[in-house]
T-cell receptor, first 114, second 115 residues
Framework: GENVEQHPSTLSVQEGDSAVIKCTYSDSASNYFPWYKQELGKGPQLIIDIRSNVGEKKDQRIAVTLNKTAKHFSLHITETQPEDSAVYFCAASEAGRTGNQFYFGTGTSLTVIP | DVKVTQSSRYLVKRTGEKVFLECVQDMDHENMFWYRQDPGLGLRLIYFSYDVKMKEKGDIPEGYSVSREKKERFSLILESASTNQTSMYLC??????????????FGEGSWLTVV
């Protein structure tokens, strides 16, 4: 089955700096890669996603890159703000497969220091 | 707006009790999931279902069972709660359709403490 690894497990940055979180996956059949943000006491919320036919996607201060050959994808947050502090999870899935599962990384706890 | 609702946010149960965690989604999603979240271990899949009355074991099904009698409702059952089942439980749902993006949507979580 799929194995998703996520690094680092904790990350502290100064407000205004950039943050990068990296994930690798093992199953070449995976073709959909979402990122989730989980604030304290809440369930994870989708913040951005990318499909395997795209190399990069941006949404304001957030971007995701995908390298299918190397089987890794990354989340980039620019101009970080204190409200970006949360736990971030990457995931991999094979969209379209009946009963497809989502395989999650172990999470990155991001702290933005004001 | 997609909504996944977990009926109980915080529960305290005694060892040996039978525990029901209920989840309802309002988006007509085929897939529903139960995850367990523990510090340092991320999200671990307990069970999932891609159709009514269908269920598949995830990575850590021991000690748990599930029920899906209606498409919108997926219940997690702890037959005899134990202290090592103290955790946060997350319900989620997603579409089955190909090329939909298959985003998974989560509920707010249920914090279970077994004493």
């Amino acid at each position: 089955g799929e194995n998703v690894e996520q690094h680092p497990s904790t990350l502290s940055v100064q407000e205004g700096d950039s943050a990068v979180i990296k994930c690798t996956y093992s199953d070449s059949a995976s073709n959909y890669f979402p990122w989730y943000k989980q604030e304290l006491g809440k369930g994870p919320q989708l913040i951005i996603d990318i499909r395997s036919n795209v190399g990069e996607k941006k949404d304001q201060r957030i971007a995701v890159t995908l390298n299918k050959t190397a089987k890794h994808f990354s989340l980039h947050i620019t101009e970080t703000q204190p409200e970006d502090s949360a736990v971030y999870f990457c995931a991999a899935s094979e969209a379209g497969r009946t009963g497809n599962q989502f395989y999650f990384g172990t999470g990155t706890s991001l702290t933005v220091i004001p | 707006d997609v909504k996944v609702t977990q009926s109980s946010r915080y529960l305290v149960k005694r060892t040996g009790e039978k525990v029901f965690l209920e989840c309802v989604q309002d988006m007509d999603h085929e897939n529903m999931f139960w995850y367990r979240q523990d510090p340092g271990l991320g999200l671990r899949l307990i069970y999932f279902s891609y159709d009514v009355k269908m269920k598949e074991k995830g990575d850590i099904p021991e000690g748990y069972s599930v029920s899906r009698e209606k498409k919108e409702r997926f219940s997690l059952i702890l037959e005899s709660a134990s202290t090592n089942q103290t955790s946060m439980y997350l319900c989620a749902s997603s579409l089955l359709t190909a090329f939909s993006g298959n985003t998974i949507y989560f509920g707010e979580g249920s914090w279970l403490t077994v004493v």
